[in-house]
């Protein structure tokens, strides 16, 4: 087998029911239907500053350098709920300046602190697109996913919920992917590809069950006789519109990332133009909408999520759902990367752009997970 690093031309690597509950609510110590019971976690771990991970440099996420124990956090979150108003600007300034580690230990010694799951409080203080994106930004990266996949699952429409699996299932690691499944059924007792299988259908169902079922080889090596034999097949089943054909859905769902990316660039050598062009042949299809959306959260993840932001406000009205799941998903990933790719598309910095389309505690809160504050 010959094996070659891929060459890059038409794509590239980049560097590196409520959301508070599931299906069934969970028994809390007090005997309420809202918590797990928990071992009372000892005072002085309470005390315990939780390191952050190094966060990725092409995340918007800041994080101070001198964070506060956890248990300041906890008492100062549990101050912005109560009295006679609520105290938003408290709330963004802690969760949205903490990494994924740090929200973990915080929703925990708040659980064991005060008998209470701080994304119940959470809901019961704020509402509208401001509570969702506070509650989605709080929760577990793989639970977060997990959350996203069951609304979509649950209210099947094949446009925007095939994209959200789409992101999940390639935008992700073949690692997330998997955590994404084990959050999915800890928290909905079921599997995410029992459910995607009972919603979706046809041509959709046929791509997107194995799509979200794959774990794949994550490493560097491509077969570059496979590249130009499957690249050939592509090419064959999109000439003859057989779209969900089941060479296509193999390859797709099969190959690592490496190893498209190594097809998908033969295809253009060969065929003098991307893919995804030869895939526009009906642009309302939503079935080679999401053929397209493979290929560039494989190829181009940065332009990708920069045009879901751009639909997302582009117009009279906003999609305040993309929006919020775009930016919580990416911040401490590559946001920098889409809000980079947002500015060469548009001439406009995506901050300006997003606090031109949102207001109150809600553009607040999207601001400072892009980094920016007001």
């Known amino acids: 087998m010959e094996t070659v690093a891929p060459h890059h031309t038409t794509c590239h690597k980049p560097p590196g029911d409520r ?30 500053r939780v390191a952050h991970l190094e966060i990725p440099r092409m995340a918007t996420l800041t994080v101070p350098s001198a964070v506060p124990p956890v248990a300041d956090d906890c008492d100062q979150l549990r101050k912005a709920f109560q009295g006679w108003g609520t105290n938003e600007a408290l709330i963004i300034s802690i969760l949205a300046h903490r990494d994924a580690a740090q929200r973990r230990a915080i929703r925990r010694a708040y659980a064991d602190t005060y008998g209470e799951e701080l994304l119940r409080s959470i809901t019961d203080e704020i ?3 401001f509570e969702r994106a506070v509650i989605l930004w ?50 909905f007792k079921r599997s995410l590809e029992e459910d995607v299988a009972a919603h979706a259908t046809g041509d959709f169902r046929k791509l997107l069950v194995p799509l979200i079922s794959a774990y794949r080889y994550e490493g560097p090596e491509v077969n570059t006789k496979l590249a130009h034999s499957e690249a050939k ?41 991307p893919i995804n062009k030869d895939l526009k042949a009906d642009p309302k299809d939503e079935f080679l909408s999401t053929l397209r959306a493979i290929i560039r959260c494989f190829c181009c993840p940065d332009r ?8 997302a ?11 919020t799941r775009i930016i919580t998903t990416r911040a401490e990933v590559d946001l920098k990367l889409i809000t980079e790719a947002y500015q060469k598309r548009n001439s406009v910095p995506l901050e300006r752009a997003v606090a031109g389309d949102t207001s109150g505690d809600y553009e607040r809160m999207l601001l400072a997970l892009l980094g920016q504050e007001q």
Not at 304 to 311: A, G, H, P, S, T
Not at 313 to 323: F, K, P, V, Y
């Open 127 to 129: 509402s509208g697109d």
């Open 233 to 273: 097949i592509l090419h064959e089943k999109i000439q003859h519109k057989a779209y969900g054909d089941d060479e296509i859905i193999r390859i797709l769902t099969t190959r690592s990332k490496a190893q498209l990316i190594a097809t998908f660039n033969r295809y253009n050598d060969e065929y003098g133009h």
């Open 19 to 48: 959301l508070t509950s599931s299906s069934s609510p969970t028994p809390r110590s007090s005997g309420s239907p809202l918590l797990p019971r928990r071992r009372a976690l000892d005072p002085p771990r309470l005390r315990l």
């Open 313 to 323: 406000i582009a117009g009279m009205g906003t999609d305040e759902n993309s929006l």
């Open 138 to 187: 709080t929760l577990d990266p793989a639970e977060r996913d997990a959350v996203l996949a069951n609304e979509v699952a649950r209210k099947w429409h094949p446009g925007s919920g095939s994209r959200v699996l789409v992101e999940i299932a390639c935008a992700r690691g073949p690692a997330q992917l998997f955590a994404v499944r084990q959050a999915y059924h800890e928290r």
């Open 304 to 311: 990708y999520f920069e045009k879901v932001i751009r639909l």
